[in-house]
């Protein structure tokens, strides 16, 4: 139990472009999900959490505008990276969590690589 | 915020030989503790947890202790394996609140088994 996929699991694109990150977690309802990055040999870094039904909330330095997200249903939540540049180039994970219950189940993350 | 700090970066072991890993975190109402294990491209994976009103926790091989006081807590590894090696990332969270579920990890630390 506790699934969570994400899709697309690399995707290559051209600079300028925007592309959308989906999270879904498989066989539960997740209240909040969070989405993090992780550059090369470096820590998973928080970038938001969303819950269900409400604006995400992002950490201090991720641009909003730049990174939207979208938590339309309780397995479902989408990062969309617009205008993607090359240093946006990273591994984005996404996990899901129960209401009340700390544990996070983590996707197996997407590698994006802009041109 | 939370400031975890994980050390140390890396350490080798040979097969056989225990494993300590540490962590500090910096904000007392911190009370969950969980331990990752990340390979190369994949996601992390929770391998134990330890909650603020525990000291210590044991799933076999792998160990987890917490100093509430001195806000540090440890992995330990025993009898280790080729296939323990990865690289492993402590996290602190706090409960309720704006920051509930939130995770901050810690750096990191690369683990080589020696065969």
């Known amino acids: 139990g506790a699934v969570v996929s994400q899709h697309p699991s690399w995707v290559i694109c051209k600079s300028g472009t925007s592309v959308k990150i989906e999270c879904r977690s498989l066989d539960f309802q997740a209240t909040t999900m969070f989405w993090y990055r992780q550059f090369p040999k470096q820590s998973l870094m928080l970038m938001a959490t969303?819950?269900?039904?409400?604006?995400?909330?992002?950490e201090q330095g991720v641009e909003k505008d730049k990174f939207l997200i979208n938590h339309a249903s309780l397995t479902l939540s989408t990062l969309t990276v617009t205008s993607a540049h090359p240093e946006d180039s990273s591994f984005y994970i996404c996990s899901a969590a129960v209401a009340g219950l700390d544990t996070q189940y983590f996707g197996p993350g997407t590698r994006l690589t802009v041109l | 915020g939370e400031n975890v700090e994980q050390h140390p970066s890396t350490l080798s072991v040979q097969e056989g030989d225990s494993a300590v890993i540490k962590c500090t975190y910096s904000d007392s109402a911190s009370n969950y503790f969980p331990w990752y294990k990340q390979e190369l491209g994949k996601r992390p994976q929770l391998i134990i947890d330890?909650?603020?009103?525990?000291g210590e926790k044991k799933d076999q091989r792998i160990a987890v202790t917490l100093n509430k006081t001195a806000k540090h807590f440890s992995l330990h590894i025993t009898e280790t394996q080729p296939e323990d090696s990865a690289v492993y990332f402590c996290?602190?969270?706090?409960?309720?609140?704006?920051?509930?579920?939130?995770?901050?990890f810690g750096q990191g630390t690369i683990l080589t088994v020696h065969p």
């Open positions: 969303s819950n269900e039904g409400s604006k995400a909330t992002y």
């Open positions: 330890i909650r603020s009103n525990v």
């Open positions: 996290a602190a969270s706090m409960a309720g609140g704006t920051s509930y579920g939130k995770l901050t």
